[in-house]
């Protein structure tokens, strides 16, 4: 009996100890994890420039966490506008730098700021506002207090001979064939591109027809040198794409030329939209047309439009007050065909549109 007694006691004990174990682990999990003070900034007003592009212009530091369980704190700093850092999405558009385990300090180089601000979508030569926090992780996530710094971003423009932009538009993205943006002015370039229905809408820009060296998307859509996100289109058709490297911005323009007429399946009502065929600058449309009359237009709309005076030369002419109007194409006869349309389009917002562009009608 005294033998059972005595295994019963050491069930007992050990079924003490596991309970104890648990509770010890449970009040460990529950146990409050906070820094005991807000990080501190070795300058909080950086004004960033080519001079100090590689030197260090600010250094963070912050008091270490104590975890209960004793093992390497992996620290973090995170940089947000102070408009985001508030409400049920706070801090989800931030950039974060890991910055290692049991590390509390970070310094950060000139050029390394300045991207975080142009990322983050801070004007250009103006003072602007960045939050900085830490954040410590081991068995759970904290996060200190914010603080701000004061920053002044610049660009430093510069000039490539093109831009590349590899998409897919192309079906699979391929730098090698992709379209090409060219100069319009210092530091601004400018392409036409066609996302098909059936492709992605996504892209990136690079300076040679290679991935040595890309640009994607940042915060607001802002041109950032190496950023893994994509810009994007909204929809599916025709655009122009200009990107202006002076103030790291890209504006994606719908903008379609198309057949109108009676001789097309739209009638005059309706533009028949072309495809942009960016290898060989020409827009085209193929399909069935009737033996009546044609004209090309922009955008769906009648203020910029073309038109022959001639039905053999090949020529469309812009339809302006201050010029003849010229007529619209006679379709000689029912069938399906291939239309051509080609343009100067370079920079028509600024220069205005050519007077004159080239056409063909072909019946297959």
Not at 140 to 148: F, G, Q
Not at 191 to 215: D, H, I, W
Not at 218 to 245: E, H, K, M, R
Request: hydrophobic share 40%; charged share 10%.
């Amino acid at each position: 009996m005294k033998k059972y007694i005595n295994k019963l006691i050491v069930v007992c004990a050990l079924l003490f100890l596991s309970a104890s174990c648990q509770n010890d682990a449970l009040l460990t999990t529950l146990k409050t994890v906070s820094f005991s003070g807000a990080p501190q900034a070795s300058s909080s007003a950086i004004i960033l420039s080519p001079s100090n592009t590689n030197q260090a212009v600010v250094t963070i530091s912050w008091p270490a966490v104590a975890y209960p369980v004793k093992a390497p704190v992996t620290y973090a700093l995170q940089f947000d506008v102070l408009s985001d850092i508030v409400g049920s999405t706070a801090w989800s558009k931030s950039v974060r730098i890991e910055v290692g385990e049991d590390v509390l300090s970070r310094s950060l180089l000139g050029a390394d700021l300045n991207k975080i601000a142009i990322q983050l979508g801070l004007p250009l030569d103006v003072v602007g506002k960045i939050a900085v926090r830490v954040e410590s992780n081991l068995d759970r996530t904290s996060y200190s207090d914010p603080i701000t710094l004061s920053v002044t971003p610049f660009s430093k423009t510069v000039v490539y001979t093109a831009l590349y932009m590899p998409g897919g538009y192309q079906g699979v993205p391929d730098v090698t064939t992709a379209a090409q943006l060219d100069p319009i002015s210092k530091g601004i370039y400018q392409c036409y591109v066609t996302f098909p229905a059936s492709e992605g809408l996504g892209y990136k820009l690079t300076t040679q027809r290679n991935m040595n060296q890309f640009f994607g998307a940042g915060i607001n859509g802002i041109v950032v040198d190496g950023s893994a996100s994509n810009f994007v289109v909204p929809a599916a058709g025709s655009y122009q794409i200009t990107v202006d490297l002076n103030t790291s911005s890209i504006i994606a323009l719908p903008y379609s030329w198309g057949i109108v007429g009676d001789a097309t399946p739209g009638g005059w009502n309706s533009s028949s939209p072309m495809t942009y065929n960016y290898q060989q600058n020409t827009w085209t449309w193929t399909g069935a047309l009737l033996a009546k009359a044609l004209k090309f237009r922009l955008n769906d709309n009648w203020n910029v439009n073309y038109g022959p005076q001639s039905q053999t030369d090949g020529i469309m002419y812009h339809d302006i007050p201050a010029a003849p109007q010229p007529g619209a194409y006679n379709v000689p006869a029912d069938g399906n065909y291939i239309v051509t349309f080609k343009i100067n389009d370079i920079d028509p917002v600024k220069n205005g549109y050519p007077i004159s562009a080239t056409y063909t009608v072909t019946k297959i």
